[in-house]
T-cell receptor, first 111, second 114 residues
Framework: TQLLEQSPQFLSIQEGENLTVYCNSS?????LQWYRQEPGEGPVLLVT?????EVKKLKRLTFQFGDARKDSSLHITAAQPGDTGLYLC???????????FGSGTRLLVRP | KAGVTQTPRYLIKTRGQQVTLSCSPI?????VSWYQQTPGQGLQFLFE???????NKGNFPGRFSGRQFSNSRSEMNVSTLELGDSALYLC?????????????FGPGTRLTVT
């Protein structure tokens, strides 16, 4: 059973469309991170959110941390083929002192 | 500044053998974490080392072990390989352990057990 559930698992959209990826848990995290991983590479950190309700924007990407620090979302506006990849959320658990990763969302943006 | 490097990048082993994977962290980073990534289980935490000491361990059998050297380089070892050990093994380094420090991942070692 995954501590962090991501949805959807797969997403195939046309260039220019908007999308949202969700990361949910019943546990509270002290911080939550989003990574993007491309084939043959390790995950690359996109953003870290630490405060409940926090919203961070990175160009066309908007990240939100839930008020209760149990969930997060990633919204991409006007997706481009370069956004294609595996998106992973990861929460830091103070109780276990480790980073817990979500199941991942595989995004394909078609030209 | 060079990133995290992992060697080898690809490895094919036979069931029952053992394997050692190596990780060189970013210069100045003293914490190294190891993760296993599989299509079914996703990214799972193996262990973390800081100052040559294992600080934390995930839920993996004792066949999985690791160590860290005085220069912060780390190795992980898997003994008596099983087919289910086939995975991408990722190493991540950070300045210090803990939530306040960002982890930077290497490209991984793709292990195939036949």
């Amino acid at each position: 059973t995954q501590l962090l559930e991501q949805s959807p698992q797969f997403l195939s959209i046309q260039e220019g469309e908007n999308l949202t990826v969700y990361c949910n848990s019943s546990s509270v995290f002290s911080s939550l991170q989003w990574y993007r991983q491309e084939p043959g590479e390790g995950p690359v950190l996109l953003v870290t959110v630490v405060t409940g309700g926090e919203v961070k924007k990175l160009k066309r990407l908007t990240f939100q941390f839930g008020d209760a620090r149990k969930d997060s979302s990633l919204h991409i506006t006007a997706a481009q083929p370069g956004d294609t990849g595996l998106y992973l959320c990861a929460g830091w658990m103070d109780s276990s002192y480790k980073l817990i990763f979500g199941s991942g969302t595989r995004l394909l943006v078609r030209p | 500044k060079a990133g995290v490097t992992q060697t080898p990048r690809y490895l094919i082993k036979t069931r029952g053998q053992q394997v050692t994977l190596s990780c060189s962290p970013i210069s100045g980073h003293r914490s190294v974490s190891w993760y296993q990534q599989t299509p079914g289980q996703g990214l799972q935490f193996l262990f973390e080392y800081f100052s040559e000491t294992q600080r934390n361990k995930g839920n993996f059998p004792g066949r999985f072990s690791g160590r860290q050297f005085s220069n912060s380089r780390s190795e992980m070892n898997v003994s008596t390989l099983e087919l289910g050990d086939s995975a991408l093994y990722l190493c991540a380094s950070s300045l210090e352990p803990g939530a306040s420090y960002e982890q930077y991942f290497g490209p991984g070692t793709r292990l195939t057990v036949t």
